[in-house]
């Protein structure tokens, strides 16, 4: 059975503040808090910001998380939604794990 996951792949979006941290960026924690909801739900494995200076992050969803799901769930980000965050879901076949 193949292990395949809904990535959401989260970049800065057209509201973003440009010379602003991670965190200074307007909904960034209720997007935090949304996230956190899924984890305390346990549907997220993964999640977190890239460190690079692209920016932007992702999050990984427990195995079994249809892709409408996680489209859907995304797309009620507030960060997503105001515009500070552009969120991508890509499938992603895991094909080496523990």
Not at 26 to 52: F, N, S
């Amino acid at each position: 059975m193949q292990d395949v996951r809904y990535v959401v792949f989260h970049k800065p979006g057209p509201a973003w503040l440009p010379g602003k941290t991670l965190f200074e960026q307007p909904g960034v924690r209720e997007h935090v808090a949304h996230y956190r909801q899924w984890l305390d739900e346990g549907k997220l494995e993964l999640g977190g910001p890239h460190t690079d200076a692209g920016g932007g992050g992702m999050m990984v969803p427990v195995a079994g998380i249809s892709e409408e799901e996680v489209t859907r769930f995304a797309g009620e980000d507030p960060a997503v939604r105001s515009g500070t965050l552009v969120a991508e879901i890509r499938p992603w076949l895991i094909g080496m794990g523990k």
